[in-house]
């Protein structure tokens, strides 16, 4: 039967017709879905690790126990899962072992633009790259044979584009697959120096393998249009190009794009004039075909930067210029991305914009209140960078500094990478104070459970970490829960544990307002008590809006939750 589905969909079902058993991610867009479709397979366990790392290696280890295992992550969380990874290439597998990386050209919802195929060289690990979502599907499957005749993880790399697209699937049954034999093996699996020395000869005969399977695989194939411009893409790139160049061009489709192949591109490149290499990021196989004699034509006419459009390909390759965007009669008014109305975060940034405190920030929802008006942040680095950097911070400047700066990190986020960095303030004599931002879920991914929420992925009942508890085994002795719609409160309690010359830990705690959960109810109005001093407008509510000097709350977007009520000094907002 056939489908539309989702590329990050098709992943879900390849694993599930492979005979998936074990499912170990952390979300993070655009990878998201493929573990939050798995779930619907009721016969795969499958779980949200509290980070990449740990999710590897229980992938890892289901792998090595017999099973087929797959771990999930955007380009970002490879490089958290790098460690165990790239032993893993040295200790082979058992059942095969796939891992999803979905990289995120032009930046869509990341910190930064990142090219995991570096990851397949560096690590000597296949990768192969499907181009749509019936690829997705096929290309899953072949990843576990692959990885299973071969004795290696796999790659199978996506992009945003390839995973949030939707094209048709062909569905088919579960394959029979069965768990593989385990046995005692510490040659293999024990990587002490003296086993990982005969381990690598190992790996580089595989790359051998593998780079002779990459001429004659059918996951590359030529398309022979008996034309004299040459393009060799992979992925959404190939998709651009056909959709740009349709049969002005013969194409080189690689599918498997790690070892790449020598003498199938020779011959492809020999039937041409001209040969392009269409490729988003960095020239990976545009190199690749320099550094075998091609002269190919990459970089010099393609950007380095974010995401290729066909219009881009059909204007650089056939030197025709593309039709004139519509235009609207009237400009459009920019639109930057927001924190929610009722979002708990606002309270707390309003707060330290108030105070003028350095705020160094972390990856999520609140990353957000770095824009205007609240204009907290100083800093976003990286998962559970914000209390090492305030640390850094603070060594660097002094205890003073100190006294006037915070981290502010989300509940998810703190599980994540946090809680080592909070260790390192209290093991080295810091002095730094902590916010984590409780919202009781994973909100920037969608709402994903995680260690603090008490339920698992499929919505169980399990044991829930208690943040208080775990900062005070951390050895922190001022830990304290605060409302961050009780913005008197909270200003005290920020005052009064910043000026400690030691740790403090500040749970500002209240959930998401999208939470199914949360019932705000009514609306906030303004009244003739206004005095017009705007300080409600600093709080950046998309719902409270100025027009001739007015405030006004727009009733279609308040959901009551009464935070201006509690900020304004005149008393002139009231909850209906």
Known sequence: MKRLMLGNEAVARGAYEAGVTVVSSYPGTPSTEITENIVKYEDIYVEWAPNEKVAAEVAIGASIAGARAMSCMKHVGMNVMADPVFTAS?????????????????????????????????????????????????????????????????????????????????????????????????????????????????????????????????????????????????????????????????????????????KLIKDFAKKCDKVYVIEELDPIIENHCRAIGIDVIGKDAFALLGEYT?????????????????????????????????????????????????????????????????????????MGASIGVSHGMAKARGEEFAKNTVAVIGDSTFIHSGITGLIDIVYNKGVSTVLILDNSITGMTGHQDNPTTGYTIRGEKTRQVNLITLCKGAGVDNVVVCDPFDVKELERVVKEETAKAEPSVIIVQRPCALLKSVKYTGHCEITDKCRKCKVCMKLGCPAITVKGGDVFIDVTQCNGCGLCVNVCPFGAIEKE
Do not use: W
């Open 90 to 262: 040295y200790t082979g597998v058992n059942g095969g072992l796939v891992l999803c990386v979905a990289d995120d050209q032009g930046m869509h919802s990341s910190q930064n633009e990142q090219d995991s195929r570096h990851y397949a060289a560096a690590a000597k690990i296949a990768m192969i790259e499907p181009s749509d979502s019936g690829e997705c599907k096929e290309f899953t499957k072949r990843a576990y044979e692959l990885s299973e005749e071969y004795d290696t993880p796999v790659f199978l790399r996506l992009s945003t584009r390839v995973s949030h697209s939707q094209s048709l699937v062909d569905e088919e049954e579960k394959c029979g697959y069965e768990l593989k034999d385990y046995k005692k093996d510490p040659e293999k699996y024990v990587m002490t120096p003296a086993n990982a020395i005969k381990r690598h000869v190992i790996v580089e005969d595989r790359i051998k393998a593998l780079t002779e399977l990459a001429e004659t695989t059918e996951l590359n194939r030529v398309e022979d249009n008996g034309k004299k411009i040459g393009v060799i893409a992979a992925g959404i790139a190939y998709m651009y190009a056909k959709e740009a160049l349709g049969n002005e061009a013969n194409f080189l489709k690689l599918g498997m794009i790690y070892p790449l192949p020598e």
């Open 310 to 382: 066909p219009a881009m390909i059909k204007k650089a390759v056939l030197g025709i210029e593309p039709d004139e965007p519509l235009k609207a009669d009237e400009p459009v008014p920019v639109r930057p991305p927001v924190m929610c109305a009722g979002c708990p975060h606002r309270g707390t940034y309003y707060v330290l914009k108030k105070l003028g405190l350095t705020v160094t920030g972390d990856i999520g929802c609140y990353t957000l209140g770095s824009a205007p008006p609240l204009s907290s942040l100083d800093t976003t680095v990286c």
